[in-house]
């Protein structure tokens, strides 16, 4: 019914850029919260960033100062801006959004997973 699709991981050095999207579709009715996750090898999954449909962002600890999330409402679409990245910032990234579909149904859905590697 509501599909995340996730792009912009790839390989950068330390200290570059990246910038991640997920885009959302299907029969959507409104969004609620949207968040990033991140899961490192034998790591548990854990929040790295999330905006609501206010617009207040919350972050993890770690990230803060270096990562922006954002939300383009008329797109259905979040966004990830990482900025100073570290090897410790190497991770399988998911975003996911909370949806309140057509069918008036309400679900947590997670996107497919982009690989973010910051090599030293």
């Known amino acids: 019914q509501v599909q995340l699709v996730e792009s912009g991981g790839g390989l950068v050095q330390a200290g570059g850029s990246l910038r991640l999207s997920c885009a959302a579709s299907?029969?959507?009715?409104?969004?609620?919260?949207m968040g990033w996750y991140r899961q490192a090898l034998g790591k548990q999954r854990e929040l790295v960033a999330s905006?609501?449909?206010?617009?207040?962002?919350n972050y993890a600890d770690s990230v803060k100062g270096r990562f922006g999330i954002a939300r383009d409402n008329a797109k259905n679409t979040v966004y990830l801006q990482m900025n100073s990245l570290k090897p410790e910032d190497t991770a399988v990234y998911y975003c996911?959004?909370?949806?309140?579909?057509?069918?008036?149904?309400?679900?947590?859905?997670w996107g497919q997973g982009t690989q973010v590697t910051v090599s030293s």
């Open positions: 299907g029969r959507i009715f409104s969004i609620n919260a």
């Open positions: 905006i609501n449909s206010a617009g207040t962002a």
């Open positions: 996911n959004a909370n949806v309140d579909a057509i069918a008036r149904t309400r679900d947590s859905y």
